[in-house]
């Protein structure tokens, strides 16, 4: 039976993207996680994955076309099957039809066209006028000749080489005002509506807000602060990486370290309720991945028992899918990370109900110690547990802090750390 592969919905309030290009054609053979075509939206370029396996049967859009949302934008099945439309690729009804009188935009209309009459992205649209570039100069070398992220990106960077600007050049400087000093005139800023303007909560954007506002108003937070030294770790990675070992984030430690701490702590391993704690028999660890327009924590099963190279490779997959609008993990977490560290900042993170706890992971800094007697610049990192106090009291957060703080400062990714968790 044929079966469809879905344009995806990468953020909420995205309802169509322009197809840039198809990496298939019809007759192809297509694997599960095959990327198939590249699509532009507003805001993003993203790659559409195949989740389920076949022959490409049909195409139903041609490149230049804009794509909607969760509806195929091809056709998988057995070689020579025959294709059944799908509903939503049905002509319109009559009555509908006829309620406009309006011609139906060609392709290229759809698309958007510059200036110039050429077709455009909505994201090349975007970027050009962030960058004071005049689309309708820039050639075009998407789909019929349709000016996509690529070309703007090209033109932005000729232009700066030769340090040219969308701004009318000046007069020339008469002889007097030639030895005068040259003044450079402000940058243009894009013009900009004074007006308020409300959005209403999106899908994704309305779920955080329910849970959240459930979160701190039903669980009573407490705050643990706490600061690990990681400069022995980050020695280790990089012997790690130079001896050919697969390059791993010392995010991905930190996940695996939790995890294992985690069997040490069952009651921050657990769903609360309003009576009672449910200390969950398996360790799963939620990684909370920003999306556009919102946030979602995909879950890595059994996590201890995982070394930290599929620990890696799982974050990756599991961060890929969610920034597509998709997840692969639909197992419930028994504990939550959130890590800005790579903004700089410092995070108080909000439990995720029903869970006991949630770990925020902040920057690495250098910061002088003492050491026997002397002093020595180390690279510390800070962290701060978020706990439900109906689970668990200050004591056993901070037991879990410090037996975290040494799993994470003597972490040996040399051997396999897995392994011990098992035993």
């Known amino acids: 039976m044929a079966k469809p592969v879905l344009m995806p919905q990468v953020g909420q309030d995205l309802t169509e993207g322009l197809l840039v290009e198809w990496y298939v054609k019809v007759g192809d053979p297509v694997k599960k996680g095959d990327i198939v075509a590249l699509v532009e939206s507003e805001k993003a370029s993203f790659e559409v994955e195949a989740f389920d396996e076949g022959t490409v049967l049909e195409l139903l859009y041609d490149t230049g076309e804009m794509a909607t949302v969760l509806e195929p934008l091809l056709m998988l099945g057995s070689e ?3 294709v059944t439309k799908p509903a939503a690729a049905e002509p319109k009804s009559e009555t509908t039809a006829q309620a406009t009188a309006a011609p139906v935009p060609s392709a290229g209309d759809a698309a958007g066209a510059a200036p110039s009459g050429r077709a455009s992205s909505p994201l090349a649209r975007r970027l050009a006028q962030q960058g004071g570039l005049d689309i309708g100069q820039i ?7 349709a000016v996509i992220k690529r070309d703007v990106e090209a033109a932005a960077a000729s232009a ?16 007097s005002a030639a030895a005068s000093p040259v003044i450079a005139a402000p940058a243009q800023l894009p013009p900009r509506s004074m007006e308020d303007r409300e959005e209403p909560f999106n899908r994704m954007r309305q779920v955080i807000a329910d849970r959240l506002l459930l979160s701190k108003q039903t669980i009573p937070h407490f705050y643990l602060r706490a600061e690990i030294d990681v400069t022995d770790l980050l020695i280790r990675r990089q012997a790690h990486i130079d001896q050919g070992g697969q390059k791993v984030s010392v995010n991905d430690v930190i996940v695996h370290s939790v995890a294992l701490t985690l069997l040490e702590y069952p009651r921050l391993n657990a769903h609360v309720a309003a009576d009672r704690v449910v200390l969950k028999g398996q360790v799963n660890v939620g990684v909370a991945v920003s ?30 899918a969610a920034r597509r609008g998709l997840t692969k993990s639909t197992t419930a977490g028994t504990f939550s990370i959130s890590n800005l560290g790579m903004y700089g900042v410092e995070v108080l993170p909000i439990i995720n109900p029903p869970e006991a706890g949630i770990l925020g992971v902040g920057p690495i800094v250098k910061s002088v110690r003492e050491h026997r007697g002397g002093i020595q610049i180390h690279d510390i990192m800070s962290v701060a ?20 703080s040494e799993t994470v400062s003597t972490y040996n990714m040399f051997s396999d750390q897995a392994s011990v968790a098992a035993e």
């Open 80 to 82: 020579g099957e025959t």
């Open 139 to 145: 050639k075009g070398t998407g789909p019929k000749g």
């Open 160 to 175: 700066a080489g030769r340090g040219d600007t969308t701004a009318p050049a000046a007069p020339a400087p008469t002889a």
């Open 291 to 320: 999306v556009e327009n919102g946030l979602m924590v995909p879950v890595i099963e059994n996590t201890p028992f995982k070394s930290v190279v599929e620990i890696s490779d799982a974050v990756r997959n599991h961060a890929a």
């Open 385 to 404: 547990l978020s706990a439900d106090h109906r689970a668990v009291d200050g004591a056993y957060g901070a037991q879990f802090l410090r037996s975290l």
